[in-house]
């Protein structure tokens, strides 16, 4: 099994992060704290509490070069910890929203994060020296409703965000003093703060997990109806794809290479997808199986299963070992995975070793390295 570490931190996990050595981990058990636990002598060992949201903390991320921890809220505040001595200190981010933040992430130059709210706005974040405080510019009036996700573009300026509204858009957050025209950018570079670069209406349900590929060249997200989206060439003129599962529904995913994407969600066990020689994408197998069984027995009717759990089998006469099999499917995550984290280099193009938290409770490390079957897409 891929599964190389299984570690039982809480009863309950939102969000995880890591230091840039891998040493430590920061993660929130479900209530408004930030856990830290640092690997000594092969034993997990809770060093920091981080204590300043009133809410749920919903997004961590862990800056590999500044070494700095952006946290965000339901309370609507985010913030971001600098470790001063043996201390972990706040700043407060003026992010002027009326509504819980739900997801944060640092650029790639680390000079800027972006948060994604329920006030249908995405919020970027930038340092002001003069000042010393981090402020925000706002992305107004092109979502519907909550946004999901966001994941940043290689480039530093290309932004893409999942919303409830099920739709992806990708926006152009250069931002004059903080970002430097580059002539590798092209057009990019060109654009407005706030420019919305292109929006795809392929779900029609609440869109997840947005992520890019390691070159820019490709991004993937995830609907609510069980869906999963690549899309090349993002721009004026798009060319889209969708694999239709018969699982339960994704809630993120991750490039481990430009051919493979690792999708984790409700169903707790990360599924694997890869485009082949044409760059058609498929569903290859459950992360926690050797090779994927399309057996009746095992799979049999989503609908009928899925109205067995709801009305009772006996009105249906539902497979008791289709639904066991499907329940059983986890492995080693018991509940919905919502989380995946790359263990690799950002710069890296291949990401063999990546780690997912969930509603269990559970971190675990997973690595590719020696999954012959999948060799061929890394």
């Given at each position: 099994?891929?599964?190389?570490?299984?570690?039982?931190?809480a009863q309950c996990i939102t969000c995880?992060?890591?230091?840039?050595?891998?040493?430590?981990?920061?993660?929130?058990?479900?209530?408004?704290?930030?856990?830290?636990?640092?690997?000594?002598?092969?034993?997990?060992?809770?060093?920091?509490?981080?204590?300043?949201?009133?809410?749920?903390?919903?997004?961590?991320?862990?800056?590999?070069?500044?070494?700095?921890?952006?946290?965000?809220?339901?309370?609507?505040?985010?913030?971001?910890?600098?470790?001063?001595?043996?201390?972990?200190?706040?700043?407060?981010?003026?992010?002027?929203?009326?509504?819980?933040?739900?997801?944060?992430?640092?650029?790639?130059?680390?000079?800027?994060?972006?948060?994604?709210?329920?006030?249908?706005?995405?919020?970027?974040?930038?340092?002001?020296?003069?000042?010393?405080?981090?402020?925000?510019?706002?992305?107004?009036?092109?979502?519907?409703?909550?946004?999901?996700?966001?994941?940043?573009?290689?480039?530093?300026?290309l932004l893409a965000t999942t919303s409830?509204?099920?739709?992806?858009?990708?926006?152009?957050?250069?931002?004059?003093?903080?970002?430097?025209?580059?002539?590798?950018?092209?057009?990019?570079?060109?654009?407005?703060?706030?420019?919305?670069?292109?929006?795809?209406?392929?779900?029609?349900?609440?869109?997840?997990?947005?992520?890019?590929?390691?070159?820019?060249?490709?991004?993937?997200?995830?609907?609510?109806?069980?869906?999963?989206?690549?899309?090349?060439?993002?721009?004026?003129?798009?060319?889209?794809?969708?694999?239709?599962?018969?699982?339960l529904p994704l809630r993120d995913v991750?490039?481990?290479?430009?051919?493979?994407?690792?999708?984790?969600?409700?169903?707790?066990?990360?599924?694997?997808?890869?485009?082949?020689?044409?760059?058609?994408?498929?569903?290859?197998?459950?992360?926690?199986?050797?090779?994927?069984?399309?057996?009746?027995?095992?799979?049999?009717?989503?609908?009928?299963?899925?109205?067995?759990?709801?009305?009772?089998?006996?009105?249906?006469?539902?497979?008791?070992?289709?639904?066991?099999?499907?329940?059983?499917?986890?492995?080693?995550?018991?509940?919905?995975?919502?989380?995946?984290?790359?263990?690799?280099?950002?710069?890296?193009?291949?990401?063999?070793?990546?780690?997912?938290?969930?509603?269990?409770?559970?971190?675990?490390?997973?690595?590719?390295?020696?999954?012959?079957?999948?060799?061929?897409?890394?």
């Amino acid at each position: 099994m891929a599964a190389v570490e299984v570690h039982q931190f809480a009863q309950c996990i939102t969000c995880h992060a890591w230091s840039a050595d891998r040493s430590m981990i920061a993660f929130c058990p479900n209530n408004n704290e930030v856990h830290i636990y640092r690997l000594s002598q092969e034993k997990w060992e809770k060093v920091h509490v981080l204590q300043k949201h009133d809410q749920i903390v919903c997004g961590i991320d862990w800056s590999a070069r500044s070494n700095r921890i952006v946290t965000a809220s339901h309370d609507r505040n985010s913030y971001v910890w600098n470790q001063e001595g043996s201390e972990w200190v706040p700043t407060l981010v003026i992010l002027r929203l009326n509504r819980a933040a739900l997801c944060v992430q640092w650029s790639p130059k680390e000079n800027k994060f972006a948060v994604g709210s329920g006030a249908k706005t995405v919020c970027i974040c930038y340092y002001e020296q003069d000042n010393n405080w981090w402020v925000s510019k706002l992305i107004r009036k092109r979502h519907d409703s909550s946004v999901t996700s966001v994941a940043w573009h290689p480039n530093n300026i290309l932004l893409a965000t999942t919303s409830t509204d099920g739709k992806c858009r990708v926006f152009s957050t250069f931002i004059k003093g903080v970002d430097t025209r580059d002539s590798k950018a092209g057009s990019v570079s060109d654009s407005k703060f706030g420019e919305q670069i292109v929006q795809l209406d392929l779900s029609f349900s609440w869109a997840f997990g947005v992520k890019w590929s390691p070159s820019g060249n490709t991004l993937a997200y995830v609907g609510h109806n069980s869906m999963i989206y690549f899309v090349d060439d993002v721009g004026p003129s798009p060319l889209a794809q969708n694999v239709a599962f018969r699982d339960l529904p994704l809630r993120d995913v991750l490039f481990v290479s430009e051919k493979m994407v690792i999708g984790v969600g409700f169903d707790s066990n990360p599924m694997v997808f890869a485009a082949d020689e044409r760059g058609i994408w498929s569903f290859i197998r459950f992360l926690g199986e050797r090779k994927s069984t399309l057996s009746s027995s095992r799979y049999g009717s989503q609908f009928s299963e899925a109205f067995g759990k709801l009305y009772g089998q006996s009105k249906l006469g539902v497979n008791n070992d289709g639904i066991e099999a499907s329940r059983s499917r986890g492995g080693v995550h018991e509940n919905c995975v919502n989380c995946i984290v790359s263990l690799t280099e950002s710069a890296s193009s291949r990401k063999m070793r990546f780690s997912t938290s969930g509603l269990d409770g559970k971190v675990v490390v997973w690595d590719l390295e020696n999954q012959e079957d999948l060799s061929g897409y890394l």
